[in-house]
């Protein structure tokens, strides 16, 4: 079946301007997760979705960033005035939901390469 | 604070020389831990969910262990088309909607 998809898969910004990365998850899974990975760094988690609301936003840098998930399914990560240090690769990532408190495995878009001059 | 950690960082192989990657970890109550490979370029791809120590699971030449305070992925008889980067991570105590990563261990193997 498909995978989750990002787009777009690279974007070159200059600094001050808005992004939008978009992320559409496998179909089903119910639970959205945004992380970064810069270079050098490990991924670093921003945001997790459950279904169309965000109970966790603990990693969300700046409130530059916002996210929003519509329908249950596609997300959208927007950095607003971006800044150099936004440079890196933002992952999507998405899983079920089950009724047990073990998290379930998380499967990951290509992911965007954003770069800001 | 909870925390991952990998080694070693880099790990160059000749094809056929088996060896193993360490992640260990900190956190309170262990609600799992995950393997991934990332190839350059692209997203981690899940390899192995471990939920228990003493747990194993095997997928072709990789082979995933847990005890209490670290996790080794050995590689048996390793091929070139095993070279990219391995991750583990795991869920901050507590929590079941996200991972903390550590940040990777690059093997190279070369034929």
């Known amino acids: 079946g498909a995978g989750v998809s990002q787009s777009p898969s690279n974007k070159v910004t200059e600094k001050g301007k808005d992004v939008e990365l978009r992320c559409d998850p496998i179909s089903g899974h119910t639970a959205l997760y945004w992380y970064r990975q810069s270079l050098g760094q490990g991924l670093e988690f921003l945001i997790y979705?459950?279904?169309?609301?965000?109970?966790?936003k603990s990693g969300l840098p700046s409130d530059r960033f916002s996210a929003e998930r519509t329908g249950g399914s596609v997300s959208t990560l927007t950095i607003q005035r971006t800044q150099q240090e936004d440079s890196a690769v933002y992952l999507c990532?998405?899983?079920?939901?089950?009724?047990?408190?073990?998290?379930?495995?998380?499967?990951f878009g290509p992911g965007t390469r954003l770069t800001v001059t | 604070e909870d925390q991952v950690t990998q080694s070693p960082e880099a790990l160059r192989l000749q094809e056929g020389e088996s060896s193993s990657l360490n992640c260990s970890y900190t956190?309170?109550?262990?609600?799992?831990l995950f393997w991934y490979r990332q190839d350059p370029g692209k997203g981690p791809e899940f390899l192995f969910t471990l939920y228990s120590a003493g747990e194993e699971k095997e997928k072709e030449r990789l082979k995933a262990t847990l005890t209490k305070k670290e996790s080794f992925l050995h590689i048996t008889a390793p091929k070139p088309e095993d070279s990219a980067t391995y991750l583990c991570?795991?869920?901050?105590?507590?929590?079941?909607?996200?991972?903390?990563f550590g940040t990777g261990t690059l093997l190279a193997v070369q034929p």
């Open positions: 956190v309170s109550g262990l609600r799992g």
């Open positions: 979705f459950q279904g169309n609301s965000a109970p966790d």
């Open positions: 991570a795991v869920p901050p105590g507590g929590a079941t909607n996200k991972l903390i």
């Open positions: 990532a998405s899983s079920l939901v089950g009724t047990s408190r073990l998290p379930y495995e998380q499967y």
